[in-house]
């Protein structure tokens, strides 16, 4: 867990991660507490969800109407809280391929491990909605090669995500994948197929182009496979992106209930945590410590 004193952890330790045996699993942060509660589980990893993180800043779906800046700061808030690495959602990069150059760099000093870009234009959609649309591919192309010149840190790594199995069909989307790699993609993100034939397919065709991201989005269009299956096809990163956020809409559903019926929270209490448990949750006594170090 991090603290106020202590270093942001390497980018390299991402890479080391991904080079062991078995899938690496993210689960999905919107915000600084969601950060800290998936790092105090005991994950290695934390996925900023783009998605929960336009539910969480402005109630609204994921359509693309957060902009790349308010992105980033909600990037750094979830670096700074946590110390083990933070890949974090860049949409389309928030525009061509110049926004792309700023995106990264902006993205880099707020301390990610890892930036996600993807193939559809702007405003973008979650990958999981009806509606998609994808830039021509030499336009992503361009994209990929200015995220790759951007980065100063080495270690920081480009995820390329093509949305073409919506639009174009598996075909395109495994062509895009092979281009994006050939431009220096880090990691390539085949977004929803919809059966684990097309899962498999994907998978073995993509086998030793460069690792594959899986994601398990909760509720999406994707079959929900067990870790061991995802493990043996050899992806390399699974997301579970909304999971957090859904458990506390409905946690925070149950309460406003509780209220609403009984004019008080009373009786929901004994299922909450004690306010001390939750106070050194987000860290009290560390900020005692310190209080007593500097008087």
Known sequence: MADLLSPRP?????????DRSGPLVAPGAYDALSARLVEQAGFDVVYMTGFGTTASLLGRPDVGLLSGSEMADNARRLVAAVDVPVIADGDTGYGNALNVLRTVQTYEQAGVAAIQLEDQVTPKRCGHMSGKEIVALPEMLGKIRAAVDARRDRDLLVIARTDAVAVEGVDAALDRARAFAAEGADLLFVEAPTSEADVERIAGELAGVAPLVFNWAEGGRTPPLSLERIGELGFALVLYPIGTLLAATAGMRALLETVRAEG???????????????????????????????R
């Open 10 to 18: 390497p980018r390299s330790r991402l890479r080391e991660l991904l």
């Open 264 to 294: 008080t929270p009373a009786s929901a209490l004994p299922g909450l945590p004690a306010f001390g448990e939750f106070t050194a949750t987000v860290g009290l006594d560390e900020i005692g410590e310190l209080e007593a170090r500097y």
